[in-house]
């Protein structure tokens, strides 16, 4: 599957799509497939501050529980309520309805992170496909 283009990428296969000051933020399809069947997302409360890198939150799927990290640093500004009662969105919309978190982001936010093409090869390289 082709990445959207309007996004940027991390190399633990996050997705970012910044719009203004605001970052939303979710997996990638690379990355649910992983996963397998998501049952339970944990994120963080809105205004808890995240740095790049560092733990998000977390995604239990059916085979494992998985460490979601923060792409930009920012301030937590909304979840996605609709994961606690359908976790499944992740794995059924990972580009839409199945996003995590949003924030409040600095400009240059997103520098470092990968445009869709340069996340293709990224997996390609890491013999993702």
């Known amino acids: 599957m082709a990445q959207p283009n309007d996004r940027m990428y991390s190399r633990t296969h996050e997705w970012v799509l910044l719009a203004g000051g605001e970052a939303t933020v979710g997996i990638t399809q690379y990355a649910q497939e992983q996963l397998g069947d998501v049952v339970f997302v944990e994120l963080p409360?809105?205004?808890k501050k995240v740095e790049k890198g560092a733990a998000l939150g977390n995604i239990e799927s059916v085979k494992a529980?998985?460490?979601v990290f923060a792409p930009v640093s920012g301030e937590v500004t909304a979840t996605n309520g609709d994961l606690e009662s359908r976790p499944e969105l992740?794995?059924?919309?990972?580009?839409?309805?199945g996003w995590l978190v949003r924030l409040?982001?600095?400009?240059?936010?997103?520098?470092?992170?990968?445009?869709?093409?340069a996340y293709e090869k990224f997996l390609a390289e890491e013999g993702a496909h």
């Open 45 to 47: 409360a809105a205004g």
């Open 65 to 67: 529980v998985s460490e």
């Open 90 to 97: 992740v794995n059924q919309e990972p580009y839409g309805g």
């Open 104 to 117: 409040a982001v600095a400009a240059g936010a997103a520098d470092g992170l990968m445009d869709a093409a």
